[in-house]
């Protein structure tokens, strides 16, 4: 319960000025490359359950394996330390996975995003997670 009051609050205050819906055009750079608009889909999982028990590696490889693999056409993991502060005042601190992904924003892609977020918060008990839209340029 928690969890998910500072997770709102993290994404009012880091997803909302960020999620922007754009769609992909091609155009050229300064130095003659092809760049085009995308989007990048930052996922954030944190590596424990509601009870605080962390998720085992061989647990976090078979989602990665059956999942992301299964929804996301490539993605980038970074390995991350996550913190949040109950309303009690209770600071909680824990492993993280961050996703990186970069895509045009199609429908069936953003399908498949909420396909992995669901799937991670079923399995793992998971209240939410973090979902950030960054407009990126990608060069070619």
């Not at 078979?62 to 005042?89: M, Y």
């Not at 399908?111 to 407009?135: E, G, H, K």
Request: proline share 3%; charged share 20%; aromatic share 10%.
């Amino acid at each position: 319960m928690v969890k998910a009051f500072v997770l709102r609050s993290l994404i009012l205050t880091f997803g909302m000025g960020f999620f922007v819906s754009c769609h992909s055009m091609t155009m050229s750079s300064g130095s003659g490359k092809r760049s085009e608009k995308n989007l990048e889909t930052q996922l954030f999982f944190g590596m424990t359950d509601s009870m605080h028990t962390p998720i085992a590696p061989e647990a976090w490889q078979r989602f990665q394996d059956t999942c992301l693999s299964r929804f996301l056409d490539g993605f980038t993991i970074v390995g991350a330390e996550g913190g949040w502060r109950s309303s009690s005042g209770s600071q909680f601190h824990e492993p993280a996975k961050l996703i990186l992904y970069l895509h045009k924003g199609s429908s069936s892609e953003e399908a498949n995003i909420d396909r992995v977020r669901t799937s991670y918060m079923r399995s793992f008990r998971q209240i939410s997670v973090l979902r950030v839209d960054v407009p990126v340029r990608v060069l070619k």
